[in-house]
């Protein structure tokens, strides 16, 4: 079956400008998740949907950033004025249930490249 | 706080040989640990997963991991290296800390195997 897509694959965008990153999540799974991974660097937890819940937003490295979940499936997260340290790859997952102890499924990532 | 510790930013191994990638945890509670698998470009992949029971775990594309409590550590291994395993590891622990469901990463061990 389809796994998680994200769109676009790869973004550059000018310093100060707003982007928005797109993650279709598996059919079916209630949890969403936002991670940016920089160069070098392991995964960085972002923010957490799961089903009607209020999102877990504790990794949001600052109000520039945000993250909706429409209809408990697609999500979109925006970056507003953007900065040169917000290039990264921004990678999505989803998972079925993560309180049964379901491991994550990701999608391929946008590299987002602010200059 | 839950963590996880990758001590080397790199392993080097020929390929025919065994490989180990090391992980060391620290949580309050039972774990629940994952290795994860990223390639070239590409998102990350589910290898294995320990929630309870047998020690050793085996996963995808040969490899296993063994779960050792006294010494905090879930190493992931393979009896024979491929070039084609050479990729980006990580280990990640379930972060029970918060009441949500999402994972805390290592910082990755990079497994280069040679012809």
């Known amino acids: 079956g389809a796994g998680v897509s994200q769109s676009p694959s790869n973004k550059v965008t000018e310093k100060g400008k707003d982007v928005e990153l797109r993650c279709d999540p598996i059919?079916?799974?209630?949890?969403l998740y936002w991670y940016r991974q920089s160069l070098g660097q392991g995964l960085e937890f972002l923010i957490y949907?799961?089903?009607?819940?209020?999102?877990?937003k504790s990794g949001l490295p600052s109000d520039r950033f945000s993250a909706e979940r429409t209809g408990g499936s697609v999500s979109t997260l925006t970056i507003q004025r953007t900065q040169q340290e917000d290039s990264a790859v921004y990678l999505c997952?989803?998972?079925?249930?993560?309180?049964?102890?379901?491991?994550?499924?990701f999608g391929p990532g946008t590299r987002l490249t602010v200059t | 706080a839950q963590s996880v510790a990758q001590p080397e930013d790199q392993v080097n191994v020929a390929e025919g040989n065994p490989l180990t990638v090391k992980c060391t945890y620290s949580?309050?509670?039972?774990?629940?640990l994952f290795w994860y698998v990223q390639y070239p470009n590409r998102g990350l992949q589910f290898l294995l997963k320990?929630?309870?029971?047998?020690?050793l775990v085996k996963g995808s594309y040969g490899f296993e991991a063994e779960f050792n409590k006294s010494q905090t550590s879930f190493h992931l291994k393979k009896p024979s290296a491929l070039v084609s395993d050479s990729a980006l590891y990580f280990c990640?622990?379930?972060?029970?800390?918060?009441?949500?469901?999402?994972?805390?990463f290592g910082t990755g061990t990079r497994l280069l195997v040679s012809p």
């Open positions: 997952a989803s998972s079925p249930n993560p309180a049964g102890g379901y491991e994550q499924y």
């Open positions: 949580v309050s509670g039972n774990p629940y």
């Open positions: 059919s079916g799974h209630t949890a």
């Open positions: 990640a622990v379930r972060d029970m800390d918060t009441g949500f469901q999402k994972l805390v």
């Open positions: 320990y929630i309870t029971g047998d020690n």
């Open positions: 949907f799961q089903g009607n819940s209020a999102p877990d």
